[in-house]
């Protein structure tokens, strides 16, 4: 009885080692279909450090004379500047990390791997605003969603420290967020249809994101409620 009861005690084992074995090769062939595939395009593109670059252009384009630049050549300075302190320098900052082996993965499915470059790109963004603050501060509306974008830096890079948020999900609910609040507070109609194409891709996003297993649907909800907060929260402040 003793030999039996031995053997189906091994039998139990090795089945548990077996599946833990088996786990990972389970999820990883989610992106290998053609959903999978899909979803990671949704994310690539629909990326946190381009999601900023995309809104500056959008503004930039149905409402320069709103964002203070109605003058092409200043316009296009300005939209040169942004875009390499909020997503080249931040980008190749990330990537040195990784090439220096303080980031595991360009994934950054494990949270620790978060931690390095959610600090540095928020001070880069912390930087780039106080420059606006101090020599563009004739560009309100930009400086004001600069500081609204980084404050909500700060908070995900605090959160990162414990819990692995979503940041997709933070990055484009705060857009739908600043969106929101500028088509109220400027009663801005045009933004119609923008804010509703973003609302229904912040939708394809976070389910791209729970389809790839890269989150929880409490981390995509945490994120969505953070960045929509933060974001409307910021335009309403201009009263």
Not at 31 to 58: C, D, K, N
Not at 72 to 99: A, E, F, G, K, Q
Not at 109 to 138: H, W
Not at 214 to 225: E, N
Request: aromatic share 12%; charged share 10%; hydrophobic share 50%.
């Amino acid at each position: 009885m003793l030999d039996n009861q031995s053997d189906s005690n091994d039998d139990s084992a090795h089945s548990l080692i077996t599946r833990a074995k088996y786990i990972p090769s389970e999820l990883l062939p989610v992106r290998e279909t053609p959903t999978g595939r899909a979803a990671l395009v949704v994310s690539v593109l629909l990326h946190p450090l381009l999601l900023p670059t995309y809104l500056f252009l959008l503004l930039f384009w149905m409402s320069p004379s709103m964002m203070g630049v109605s003058n092409d050549d200043i316009r296009y300075r300005i939209l040169l500047l942004l875009i390499v302190c909020t997503l080249l320098i931040p980008l190749l900052s990330t990537y040195m990390l990784y090439r220096l082996g303080s980031v595991k993965s360009l994934h950054m499915e494990d949270r620790q791997d978060r931690v390095f470059p959610f600090v540095s790109t928020t001070l880069f963004y912390m930087l780039t605003t106080y420059l606006f603050v101090k020599q563009l501060s004739a560009l309100y509306l930009i400086t004001l969603i600069l500081g609204g974008t980084t404050f909500c830096l700060l908070v995900l890079t605090v959160i990162s420290f414990f819990w692995k948020i979503s940041v997709h999900s933070t990055s484009i609910a705060g857009i739908v967020g600043f969106l929101i609040g500028l088509y109220y507070h400027y009663a801005a109609v045009e933004y119609f249809y923008p804010l509703l194409l973003v609302i229904i891709l912040a939708g394809i996003l976070m389910s791209a994101r729970l389809y790839l297993n890269a989150h929880t649907p409490a981390q995509v909800m945490a994120g969505a409620v953070i960045g929509l907060s933060i974001g409307l929260g910021t335009i309403l402040m201009m009263g």
